[in-house]
């Protein structure tokens, strides 16, 4: 059973990434670079929710592992002469690699100390990457990242391309985060998250499940780095403080709806649309996180995804909404 | 004549008071009632600024501060209300969660309010103390006895009244507390009160000396998760030392190396502390959370 | 040769001493109960056994290997399964996710659709398991530790808080799995259970064993029925 699962998952995520890619070319410049940035966002939430929603961990360095990626793609194609297609994997192996060292050192704590711990690595990288001036720019940011190459025969301009690009590491990244979480080592994630001691009594290798997870969310944070960092042509350290990037990866995962991997894109889609859509200035819009990230959090701390679940179990049984049970357990 | 390292000693020590005020508060909250109170940084930031919006509507400065004190004190006691108490049942996670959103929340309020650019409160003290060693102003003075007072008005509140008494109970264990009678409405409301009045306190204190800006109260939250750490949670001493020593390695760090690792060695201490000692330096056994 | 051979095992806390020496051997096959009172020790010596906890003296052989005890993964992967005080389970997560996560732990899953009927989870599989009544709960813990094909389970309190009718199921239960080869190490504070299902039993006072025979002899033995059973039977 869970083998057609997975296959109905992969050619309806499949069918989506087309819809998307066919309406999104569509839309004028603006947008289209609304829909990029949604993407990269989208893949980081993703990946988040391996950690967040499936293990159970709240990593706050993840602002700066997405920052690791976007500088070590900048480097490598701006200084080193590297071709996009290959930076991009090498962004994203650094951000794994040094996922690993955090995880290493941050899995020795848990509950709120593993929370804290991650707080002081992500402030670290944050200002690591103001102080390497000699690498990184420091606070005026690294200039002249070239754009991901566009292969001749693709009838689509540069912003078409990056936005096809990010629509298609969505994917891929949405694909490799279901077969992560089916595989054994999901199971063993998902009974860290839900009991550690019983996890280990069962002789499930805790270590080695929640290192896995770490990894893997950190490499593919790596990969959205990298892409960002080409798209965008230019980064700054701001882009990847704790406060900034990684509360935004929180709110984007718990509005979203935590370890179910299609609530966090909702999440993204919705928190990256809403300003726009309201035009407001981009003051407004942390607030606006704020404000959604404290509302789900106590009213549906399963997110958007349990909404949207039970909304169409309404739907098809006509039945009257019932709301969810007041004890309800979130992942 | 001046000696360097001790000047810079008082300096560190002025700066610690500051991160200890901070710490004091956000240990107290989390001790007893096991909140990590991301948010209390903006508790801090808006000491600062009500006592910045009062000043400039040609309030006293120490009537401004103890008005700006009272007005904290109520919004403490408001985002435990919204904040906190909806998520005390959920998941730990969940009230991680809740006060980050919390405190981004009241930062860009501050945002939408002020504006982001910084600003200073004029200093109420102005003028130094020289003596044959070091150098100090009088405003890092005011700020080194707060310290001093608050920390021994904590301990009197919690060591000396009924109150106090009950605060403590709660933290040691909350069921037994709650089965003695104990009422969880007053001990909450007393120790957020005293919480954010110690913050706001810090904050108008700070801003006296600083510029601020709305997320002025980042930085110190960070750092008073580090002196926390290295106080052990809970532990009033711990705070109270904790800051200090944190404030001295911060001033010394940008004295004899670089200014711009004063905070990455900061959090490098935390990263270390935690690692090697989770149980800090003052405290005894923990939480588990 | 016996499967489980305890040899002096004991653990001190600081100052405390927990469990103190104490030497029993478990037959391949039986189903060996523990006794004793709250206190005495019981699930220290389990937590011992299958590797939560160190002892500070003493060792264990299982299988003919010496060695022990090993830490708990090491403990599953040779076959030492335990569930907890009136056994656990993941409890946000449905008991079809909970057996799924009990098989990819193991690399030879028992036979799911087997313990799915014998435990009489078929009605229950997509419910979350916080939600199922307490005794299905029960037999949910115990099937996740079965699903490991354990060679010995360490059983502990499974029956506390069971009406009648639901601790017969569960005595009949645990006899059907030891038929199958399953040897079962129980411990419980239910006298009249343990009794009606353990070929020998050992009875822990205070951190030492008090005594160690067949079940007929432990309900004959004066100083165990001063300790425990007559206390017992006092409550009861």
């Given at each position: 059973?869970?083998?057609?699962?997975?296959?109905?998952?992969?050619?309806a995520?499949?069918?989506?990434?087309l819809?998307?890619?066919?309406?999104?070319?569509?839309?004028?410049?603006?947008?289209?670079?609304?829909?990029t940035?949604?993407?990269?966002?989208?893949?980081?939430?993703?990946?988040?929710?391996?950690?967040?929603?499936y293990?159970?961990?709240?990593?706050?360095?993840h602002?700066?592992?997405?920052?690791?990626?976007?500088?070590?793609?900048?480097?490598?194609?701006?200084?080193?002469?590297?071709?996009?297609?290959?930076?991009?994997?090498?962004?994203?192996?650094?951000?794994?690699?040094?996922?690993a060292?955090?995880?290493?050192?941050?899995?020795?704590?848990?509950?709120?100390?593993?929370?804290v711990?991650?707080?002081?690595?992500?402030?670290?990288?944050?200002?690591?990457?103001?102080?390497?001036?000699?690498l990184?720019?420091?606070v005026?940011?690294?200039?002249?990242?070239?754009?991901?190459?566009?292969?001749?025969?693709?009838?689509?301009?540069?912003?078409?391309?990056?936005?096809?690009?990010a629509?298609?590491?969505?994917?891929?990244?949405?694909?490799?985060?279901q077969?992560?979480?089916?595989?054994?080592?999901g199971?063993?994630?998902?009974?860290?998250?839900?009991?550690?001691?019983l996890?280990?009594?069962?002789?499930?290798?805790?270590?080695?499940?929640?290192?896995?997870?770490?990894?893997?969310?950190?490499?593919?944070?790596?990969?959205?780095?990298?892409?960002?960092?080409?798209?965008?042509?230019?980064?700054?350290?701001?882009?990847?403080?704790?406060?900034?990037?990684?509360?935004?990866?929180?709110?984007?995962?718990?509005?979203?709806?935590m370890?179910?991997?299609?609530?966090?894109?909702?999440?993204?889609?919705?928190?990256?649309?809403l300003p726009?859509?309201?035009?407001?200035?981009?003051?407004?819009?942390?607030?606006?996180?704020?404000?959604?990230?404290?509302?789900?959090?106590i009213?549906?701390?399963?997110?958007?995804?349990?909404?949207?679940?039970?909304?169409l179990?309404?739907?098809?049984?006509?039945?009257?909404?019932?709301?969810?049970?007041?004890?309800?357990?979130?992942? | 004549?001046?000696?360097?390292?001790?000047?810079?000693?008082?300096?560190?020590?002025?700066?610690?008071?500051?991160?200890?005020?901070?710490?004091?508060?956000?240990?107290?909250?989390?001790?007893?009632?096991?909140?990590?109170n991301f948010?209390?940084?903006?508790?801090?930031?808006?000491?600062?600024?009500?006592?910045?919006?009062?000043?400039?509507?040609?309030?006293?400065?120490?009537?401004?501060?103890?008005?700006?004190?009272?007005?904290?004190?109520?919004?403490g006691?408001?985002?435990?209300?919204?904040a906190?108490?909806?998520?005390?049942?959920?998941?730990?996670?969940?009230?991680?969660?809740s006060?980050?959103?919390?405190?981004?929340?009241?930062?860009?309020?501050?945002?939408?309010?002020?504006?982001?650019?910084?600003?200073?409160?004029p200093?109420p003290?102005?003028?130094?103390?020289?003596?044959?060693?070091?150098?100090?102003?009088?405003?890092?003075?005011?700020?080194?006895?707060?310290?001093?007072?608050?920390?021994?008005?904590?301990?009197?509140?919690?060591?000396?009244?009924?109150?106090?008494?009950?605060?403590?109970?709660?933290?040691?264990n909350?069921?037994?507390?709650?089965?003695?009678?104990?009422?969880?409405?007053?001990?909450?409301?007393a120790?957020?009160?005293?919480?954010?009045?110690?913050?706001?306190?810090?904050?108008?204190?700070l801003?006296?000396t600083?510029?601020?800006?709305?997320?002025?109260?980042?930085?110190?939250?960070?750092?008073?998760?580090?002196?926390?750490?290295?106080?052990?949670?809970?532990?009033?001493?711990?705070?109270?030392?904790?800051?200090?020593f944190?404030?001295?390695?911060?001033?010394?760090v940008?004295?004899?190396?670089?200014?711009?690792?004063?905070?990455?060695?900061?959090?490098?201490?935390?990263?270390?502390?935690?690692?090697?000692?989770?149980?800090?330096?003052?405290?005894?056994?923990?939480?588990?959370? | 040769?016996?499967?489980?051979?305890?040899?002096?095992?004991?653990?001190?806390?600081?100052?405390?001493?927990?469990?103190?020496?104490?030497?029993?051997?478990?037959?391949?096959?039986?189903?060996?109960?523990?006794?004793?009172?709250?206190?005495?020790?019981?699930?220290?010596?389990?937590?011992?056994?299958?590797?939560?906890i160190?002892?500070?003296?003493?060792?264990l052989?299982?299988?003919?290997?010496?060695?022990?005890?090993?830490?708990?993964?090491?403990?599953?992967?040779?076959?030492?399964?335990?569930?907890?005080?009136?056994?656990?389970?993941?409890?946000?997560?449905?008991?079809?996710?909970?057996?799924?996560i009990?098989?990819?732990?193991?690399?030879?899953?028992?036979?799911?659709?087997?313990?799915?009927?014998?435990?009489?989870l078929?009605?229950?599989?997509?419910?979350?398991?916080?939600?199922?009544?307490?005794?299905?709960?029960?037999?949910?813990?115990?099937?996740?530790?079965?699903?490991?094909?354990?060679?010995?389970?360490?059983?502990?309190?499974?029956?506390?808080?069971?009406?009648?009718?639901?601790?017969?199921?569960?005595?009949?239960?645990i006899?059907?799995?030891?038929l199958?080869?399953?040897?079962?190490?129980?411990?419980?504070?239910?006298?009249?259970?343990?009794?009606?299902?353990?070929?020998?039993?050992?009875?822990?006072?205070?951190?030492?064993?008090?005594?160690?025979?067949?079940?007929?002899?432990?309900?004959?033995?004066?100083?165990?029925?001063?300790v425990?059973?007559?206390?017992?039977?006092?409550?009861?």
């Open positions: 059973m869970p083998r057609t699962d997975l296959l109905r998952v992969t050619v995520a499949v069918a989506l990434f819809v998307a890619a066919t309406l999104a070319l569509r839309l004028d410049d603006y947008l289209l670079y609304v829909v940035l949604g993407a990269i966002f989208a893949t980081l939430a993703v990946s988040f929710d391996v950690l967040l929603g293990t159970g961990y709240l990593s706050l360095a602002g700066a592992l997405f920052g690791v990626g976007a500088y070590a793609c900048g480097i490598l194609t701006a200084h080193h002469g590297w071709p996009f297609w290959a930076a991009l994997p090498a962004a994203g192996l650094v951000a794994g690699a040094a996922g060292v955090i995880a290493l050192l941050a899995f020795r704590t848990r509950g709120l100390y593993f929370a711990l991650t707080l002081g690595i992500g402030l670290i990288g944050h200002q690591l990457f103001l102080v390497l001036a000699g990184t720019g420091g005026g940011g690294f200039v002249g990242i070239p754009s991901p190459g566009r292969p001749d025969w693709v009838p689509l301009d540069q912003n078409g391309w990056n936005a096809l690009l629509l298609a590491l969505l994917l891929a990244t949405f694909l490799a985060a077969l992560f979480v089916r595989s054994r080592l199971a063993a994630c998902l009974a860290v998250r839900e009991d550690l001691t996890a280990q009594a069962l002789g499930i290798r805790v270590g080695q499940a929640r290192l896995a997870a770490f990894v893997f969310s950190a490499i593919f944070t790596g990969f959205a780095g990298a892409l960002f960092a080409a798209i965008s042509n230019f980064v700054a350290p701001e882009s990847f403080t704790v406060l900034g990037a990684g509360f935004q990866l929180v709110a984007l995962v718990v509005v979203g709806g370890g179910t991997l299609w609530g966090p894109i909702l999440g993204a889609a919705l928190l990256t649309a726009e859509a309201l035009r407001v200035a981009s003051g407004y819009s942390l607030m606006a996180y704020g404000v959604l990230l404290l509302v789900f959090v009213f549906a701390p399963r997110g958007l995804a349990s909404l949207a679940t039970a909304g179990a309404r739907l098809r049984t006509g039945a009257g909404f019932r709301a969810a049970p007041a004890g309800e357990r979130r992942p | 004549m001046i000696d360097l390292f001790v000047q810079q000693l008082v300096n560190g020590l002025a700066l610690g008071s500051t991160y200890a005020l901070v710490a004091l508060g956000l240990t107290l909250i989390f001790g007893v009632l096991l909140i990590p948010a209390h940084g903006e508790f801090y930031m808006l000491g600062a600024f009500l006592t910045y919006a009062m000043v400039l509507a040609g309030m006293n400065f120490w009537l401004a501060m103890a008005l700006a004190v009272g007005a904290v004190i109520l919004l006691c408001l985002v435990d209300r919204l906190f108490k909806p998520v005390e049942q959920a998941p730990p996670l969940s009230m991680m969660i006060a980050l959103a919390a405190s981004i929340i009241l930062q860009q309020s501050a945002m939408l309010i002020w504006g982001g650019e910084a600003r200073t409160i200093a003290v102005t003028g130094v103390l020289r003596t044959p060693f070091f150098i100090v102003t009088w405003m890092q003075l005011i700020v080194m006895a707060s310290l001093l007072l608050a920390a021994a008005g904590v301990w009197l509140v919690l060591n000396r009244l009924r109150l106090g008494l009950a605060i403590r109970a709660v933290a040691q909350r069921d037994a507390a709650l089965l003695m009678g104990i009422s969880m409405f007053q001990v909450r409301l120790t957020f009160a005293i919480g954010a009045a110690l913050g706001a306190i810090a904050g108008a204190l801003g006296a600083f510029p601020i800006y709305p997320t002025m109260g980042v930085n110190p939250v960070l750092k008073a998760f580090v002196v926390l750490v290295l106080g052990g949670i809970g532990s009033l001493p711990g705070a109270v030392f904790g800051g200090l944190l404030g001295v390695v911060e001033v010394m940008a004295g004899y190396i670089s200014s711009e690792l004063s905070d990455i060695g900061a959090f490098a201490i935390l990263v270390a502390v935690l690692l090697l000692r989770p149980q800090g330096f003052f405290g005894q056994a923990q939480v588990e959370r | 040769m016996s499967l489980l051979e305890l040899e002096k095992l004991g653990v001190r806390f600081g100052g405390l001493v927990a469990v103190q020496d104490v030497s029993l051997a478990v037959e391949e096959g039986q189903i060996y109960g523990l006794l004793g009172p709250n206190g005495a020790g019981k699930t220290t010596l389990v937590n011992m056994i299958s590797g939560l160190r002892p500070t003296s003493g060792s052989r299982f299988a003919g290997e010496a060695g022990g005890p090993w830490p708990i993964a090491d403990a599953v992967s040779r076959g030492i399964v335990r569930t907890f005080q009136q056994t656990r389970a993941f409890l946000g997560l449905s008991v079809r996710e909970n057996l799924r009990a098989a990819a732990a193991s690399g030879r899953a028992a036979d799911a659709a087997e313990l799915i009927e014998a435990f009489g078929g009605p229950v599989l997509d419910r979350p398991a916080g939600d199922l009544p307490y005794a299905t709960l029960r037999h949910l813990g115990i099937a996740l530790a079965l699903t490991l094909k354990p060679r010995l389970l360490l059983l502990d309190e499974p029956a506390v808080g069971l009406t009648g009718g639901e601790v017969d199921r569960l005595a009949r239960l006899r059907d799995w030891n199958r080869g399953v040897t079962v190490l129980l411990i419980e504070h239910n006298v009249r259970f343990l009794m009606s299902l353990a070929d020998r039993v050992a009875v822990l006072d205070r951190g030492r064993l008090l005594f160690e025979g067949t079940a007929a002899d432990c309900q004959r033995n004066p100083e165990v029925i001063d425990y059973l007559g206390r017992r039977k006092e409550d009861a």
